[in-house]
C-alpha cells in the first residue's frame, strides 16, 4: 500500500506545469511596435545601392547551360545531366562559357533570365584554356557585359561572382580578389585568379566582374565548400576568341618529359639558394625535349625568362605555348647553367598533369 502512494506521489511530482507562454495563448493583449524612420542616406547605404546597380546591369546577360551528355556508347544519358553559366558578349547571341561545362555535349540549351529557353550552336572550344563559345538564335539583340583588363586587377579589390549555382536561380556572390592571378604575353599560359566570392557547382563558366561590372574571368573551378573560387584571366580569352571564331584549331605544345619538385637536400647540394627549379626525371625518347638536349637530373630553373619553382609551372607555361613554338629553357646541369632552345612538339590525347 505505501508503495503505491509513493508511485502515485512521484507521478504528480513529475507532472510539467504549464508555462507562462501556455498560460497566455487565446488572450487578449494589447502591444504595439516602432515603424522604422526615414533617415539621412549613410555610407553603406550608397555601398549597398552600388551594389544593387551593379547586379541591374548584369543579371540580364547571365544565362544557364543545360547540357544532355551521352555516354561512351553514343547512347543520351538523363536530360540535363549538366548544367553551367555563361554570359553573353555579344548581342547577336554568342555566349561564352567553361569548355568542360559543355564537353560532350549531345545537345545544349540556354537559358535566359527572363527564362526564354533556346537550343545552342557551339561555334568554338578549347580545352587547354576551359573556354567555349555558343550562339543562339534570337529575334532582337541581347543584353551584353563588356570585358575588362585582367591584368590591372590587384589582391583587396573587390569582385563579384554571378551564376546559377545548383542549376537554380541567377545569384551573385561578393567577395574579393584572393589571388590575382597572371597571364604571359604571346601565350595562353596564366595563373588562375582566386576570390573568395562564392563558386559551387553550376557555376563554373559564369563570369568574375571586377566593381565596375566588367569580366575579369571565367569561373572554372571552386573549393568542395564553395568558399573559393577560380577564374581564367580575361585577358588570356581576349587573345585567343579571334582565332577560335575564325575557326582555326589551336595545337597545344609540350616538352616530352616527366618532372619532381626539388627536394631541399636536393638543392643544398646544388648549391640552389633561394631553392628554385625543377627536375626532370624522364625525357621520352622521340620527342622535342629529347630532340633539344634536355636530359634525366637536368634541373629547370626558368622557362623564356620566366623562373618555375614547381612541375606545374613549367606544365602551364608549356601548355600555353602552341606546337612548332620555340621554347627557351634555362638550365642546372652538373653545377653549370646552360641554355637549350627548341621547338615544341605536339600534346598527345592523354597526358598527365606533370608534363610538360
Known sequence: ???????????????????????????????????????????????SQAFVQLADHSRPAIVQIRVTTQDGKGTPTQAFGSRGSGFIIDP???????????????????????????????VATDAQIDIAVLRVQVDAPLPIISMGDSDTIRVGNLAAVFGYPFGRESSMSLGIISRAGRSYRDSASFEYIQTDAGAYPGGSGGPLLNSSGQVIGIITMASERGNMGFATPINVIKRMLPRLASGEKLAWGWLGVQMSDISLDHAKALGLYPIKGVVVSSVLPGQSAARGGLQKQDVILSVNENYVETPRDVARMVGGLEAGRVVHLTILRNGKTLQLSFPLGIRPESTKSREG
Open 1 to 47: 500500500m505505501k508503495l503505491t502512494i509513493i508511485l502515485a506521489l512521484s507521478l504528480v511530482f513529475f507532472v510539467a506545469p504549464r508555462t507562462s507562454a501556455e498560460n497566455n495563448i487565446g488572450e487578449k493583449h494589447s502591444f504595439t511596435w516602432q515603424e522604422a524612420k526615414p533617415s539621412a542616406e549613410s555610407e553603406l547605404d550608397r555601398l
Open 92 to 122: 547577336n547571341g554568342y555566349i561564352l562559357t567553361a569548355h568542360h561545362v559543355i564537353d560532350k555535349a549531345k545537345a545544349i540549351e540556354v537559358r535566359l533570365p527572363d527564362s526564354r529557353r533556346f537550343a545552342a550552336q557551339m
